[in-house]
């Protein structure tokens, strides 16, 4: 590799230089670097050309080999030398500052006599050193970078002003940087010069520049960042009021609001308003995520604002453009819980009638957003004094389901379930049973989370109107084609299993696996294998009713039968683990270990798995005497089948092995016997009673006496 690449070490163009250097550094992680340090060493300190000595230092060795570099007479292996110092010291913290005590010389000279892109690298050595070090040496370079730092505030190039914002935001955050040093020698310029219009502009400069004020704000409080950026939330420019707002919500999110005075918060609360109101673009994120951290912080503090939020949210739900309307729906569900803190159960319910009257929604994201509202608002009043009434609400929700589009399905699903769980007796039965039909359908949507929703609210339906009808439903949709739909209907029973106890659903399900179609017959069995891994130790009261028919299913020729058998072995045997259920897992072992030989390898996995859990049921001695049988056959496939088998077994369980090895007597050439561990054993038991009869010797002559 050497070889290939060393013409390309001192190449006169310095983008081959880099891609090799960028090569040398694959190579040094591949084959460790120690292989790679003499040739490093010679490189680094090559006399031959500059661009082999900027090679050699962009691979960011070890920091003796590069720091003479600090000194080199070319400026860009200074530059890179700096960088790469920056970039060790960046992976080694927070240890390591003895190992950079040699280049803090240089590099302090460097940051006073340097300008430009060498200052900027030389900086952000330093910024990366100082969080290494000891909290009073922290202090003192801090101070004495920070002069540096402040005069380069002003600097025009975008470059160096992402570096110094991220000196500072390392410098911030060392432990011997004072708060008040913070808040009287860098906020004013810092402000002054970066927190301008231009800055929200560039994405990098705008996040540098948000987590930097946050960290500046772990040190001198929430009150004194928010005081120097509040009015700016009414500033013209929407970017840098989405800047600001970012930079709130993180402050609030991390520090709380309690050192926020009414006077700010009045100033807050105002300046939040007018910047969602104002809002123009498509992204509105970064404010509502504002506006729920702020009042959730605030709590109780909030209710003087309420009535206001609330009038502004129905004058935008009347409004003609579908985004505004949109972002109304959108706050609603966000501060619901905030509103029912403050005790305005009066208003959410207003609300909550306007919202239901918006269902008619023609726009797909809005009638999302509303849907979305009306959960937040349903899950903070509750059923009883929810307006409109549950009764209401849920048959303008029926239709809703036929909906087409993934966020109208997430948020109508959400709600349907939980009326189902938590209000189920104010629905008549027929209209759960009108929702069942609906509900089929979702289970072929696209997206996880809709077919999740989906099934638990199977659950609660089966436990408000009892399992029979429920059931019904599903085992005839098991006749589908689409397996998706197939395999979301077997979890949806085991669920109903799950909720209405197994016993109302087994002999419907076991009764099911005479149906003569293999869709069904697989989703009978695939149901078993949820059903008993929801269940667990439930299954010891319904094995020996299922042991039958997976005596059948495991003797079958469809190999995808006997590999859902085998997955349903697998959860039962885990599940009954220590109950006593013994009889019924050997028997089921002997049917399970004959596809140990099975080419497939879905099946095998399943067969694997399935022995694993009868390890964890019966005990490795058992599995290893199946095992003995074929680790020694004359077979090569058929020995490392066992012998595969044995090492997931040794893995597993090394240490309950010991006791089934078998006893061999001692031979000639071998002494099989370990007669030293035998005399530890019997050493320990003599300490241990003997400890016994110290402790028990008072309680005897007590005795005695008496």
Same mark, same amino acid.
């Given at each position: 590799m050497i070889a290939t690449m060393r013409p390309d070490i001192d190449s006169t163009d310095e983008y081959v230089r880099n891609t090799t250097a960028r090569?040398?550094?694959?190579?040094?992680?591949?084959l460790g670097i120690p292989a790679l340090l003499p040739f490093l060493k010679a490189v680094c300190q090559s006399k031959k050309s500059w661009q082999a000595r900027h090679t050699g230092i962009s691979n960011g060795s070890l920091v003796e080999i590069i720091e003479h570099g600090l000194n080199d007479e070319n400026q860009k292996v200074r530059t890179i030398t700096a960088l790469s110092l920056a970039a060790l010291a960046e992976a080694s913290a927070p240890y390591g500052i003895e190992s950079f005590d040699?280049?803090?010389?240089?590099?302090?000279?460097?940051?006073?006599?340097?300008?430009?892109?060498?200052?900027?690298?030389?900086?952000?050595?330093?910024?990366?050193?100082?969080?290494?070090?000891?909290?009073?040496?922290?202090?003192?370079?801090?101070?004495?970078?920070?002069?540096?730092?402040?005069? !380069?505030?002003?600097?025009?190039?975008?470059?160096?002003?992402?570096?110094?914002?991220?000196?500072?935001?390392?410098c911030v955050s060392a432990d011997g940087v004072e708060a008040d040093y913070i808040r009287n020698s860098i906020l004013p310029a810092f &402000?002054?010069?970066?927190?301008?219009?231009?800055?929200?502009l560039d994405r990098r400069n705008y996040k540098q520049l948000v987590e930097t004020t946050v960290e500046m704000a772990n040190k001198v409080g929430v009150a004194d960042i928010v005081g120097r950026v509040v009015e700016d939330l009414k500033d013209e420019s929407e970017p840098y009021r989405r800047m600001v707002m970012e930079t709130i919500e993180k402050v609030v999110a991390h520090l709380g609001a309690s050192d926020i005075d009414a006077d700010q918060e009045v100033l807050l609360m105002d300046g939040i308003l007018y910047a969602y109101q104002q809002l123009t673009s498509d992204d509105? =994120?970064?404010?509502? =995520?504002? &506006?729920?951290?702020v009042m959730n912080a605030l709590?109780?503090?909030?209710?003087?604002?309420?009535?206001?939020?609330?009038?502004?949210?129905?004058? =935008?739900?009347?409004?003609?453009?579908a985004k505004v309307r949109q972002r109304a729906a959108d706050l609603m569900s966000r501060i619901a819980i905030v509103m029912k803190l403050c005790q305005e159960e009066r208003l959410i319910c207003h609300l909550g009638t306007l919202f239901y009257e918006c269902l008619g929604e023609e726009y797909p994201e809005v009638l999302g957003s509303t849907l979305g509202a009306l959960k937040a608002i349903v899950n903070v009043v509750g059923m009883t004094k929810m307006a409109p009434p549950i009764k209401d609400l849920l048959p303008r929700l029926t239709p809703i389901l036929k909906n087409r589009h993934e966020k109208v399905q997430e948020n109508c699903i959400g709600l349907v379930g939980r009326i189902a769980d938590r209000g189920a007796e104010f629905v008549p039965a027929k209209e759960w049973m009108r929702i069942c039909f609906e509900l089929l359908e979702m289970l072929k949507a696209h997206k996880k989370g809709i077919r999740r929703a989906t099934v638990n609210t199977f659950g609660y339906i089966a436990k408000a109107i009892g399992p029979q009808d429920v059931l019904a439903t599903l085992l005839n949709n098991l006749k589908v084609q689409e397996r998706q739909n197939r395999v979301c209907t077997t979890v949806a029973i085991a669920i109903i299993a799950e909720t209405c106890s197994p016993f109302t659903v087994l002999p419907a399900l076991m009764n099911e696996y005479?149906?003569?179609?293999?869709?069904?017959?697989?989703?009978?069995?695939?149901?078993?294998?949820?059903?008993?891994?929801?269940?667990?130790?439930?299954?010891?009261?319904?094995?020996?009713?299922?042991?039958?028919?997976?005596?059948?299913?495991?003797?079958?020729?469809?190999?995808?039968?006997?590999?859902?058998?085998?997955?349903?072995?697998?959860?039962?045997?885990?599940?009954?683990?220590?109950?006593?259920?013994?009889?019924? #897992?050997?028997?089921?072992?002997?049917l399970i270990w004959p596809n140990i030989f099975e080419t497939s390898p879905h099946v095998i996995n399943a067969v694997m798995e399935?022995?694993?859990?009868?390890?964890?049921?019966?005990?490795?001695?058992?599995? #290893? =005497?199946?095992?003995?049988?074929?680790?020694?056959?004359?077979?090569?496939?058929?020995? !490392?089948?066992?012998?595969?088998?044995?090492?997931?077994?040794?893995?597993?369980?090394?240490?309950? #092995?010991?006791?089934?090895?078998p006893a061999l007597d001692n031979d000639g050439a071998n002494v099989y016997s370990r007669l030293f561990l035998l005399k530890g054993i019997i050493k320990n038991c003599l300490f241990f009673l003997f400890s016994m009869r110290q402790a028990m010797l008072p309680l005897w002559t007590m005795r005695a006496s008496l």
């Open positions: 090569a040398f550094s694959v190579v040094a992680s591949g040699t280049v803090l010389r240089p590099l302090w000279k460097g940051i006073k006599s340097h300008r430009g892109k060498v200052l900027a690298a030389f900086l952000k050595a330093v910024g990366f050193i100082i969080p290494l070090m000891d909290t009073a040496y922290a202090s003192y370079y801090t101070k004495g970078v920070m002069q540096i730092l402040i005069r !380069e505030f002003q600097s025009p190039d975008e470059e160096m002003k992402k570096i110094v914002l991220k000196v500072v935001k390392q &402000f002054r010069h970066f927190w301008v219009r231009r800055m929200a509105s =994120n970064v404010i509502l =995520n504002g &506006f729920e951290t709590g109780q503090r909030a209710k003087p604002y309420v009535p206001q939020i609330c009038g502004i949210i129905k004058w =935008n739900l009347n409004y003609s453009s005479q149906v003569p179609e293999l869709n069904v017959r697989n989703g009978v069995l695939k149901s078993l294998s949820f059903l008993f891994e929801y269940i667990g130790e439930m299954g010891k009261d319904y094995i020996y009713a299922v042991t039958p028919l997976l005596e059948d299913v495991l003797m079958d020729r469809d190999l995808v039968h006997r590999q859902t058998a085998a997955s349903a072995v697998k959860h039962m045997a885990l599940g009954v683990a220590g109950l006593g259920c013994e009889d019924a #897992l050997v028997h089921l072992l002997n399935a022995i694993e859990g009868m390890r964890v049921a019966l005990g490795a001695a058992v599995i #290893l =005497n199946y095992c003995l049988q074929g680790l020694f056959h004359p077979a090569r496939k058929v020995r !490392e089948v066992y012998w595969k088998t044995y090492n997931s077994l040794y893995i597993g369980a090394q240490d309950a #092995l010991v006791a089934a090895y």
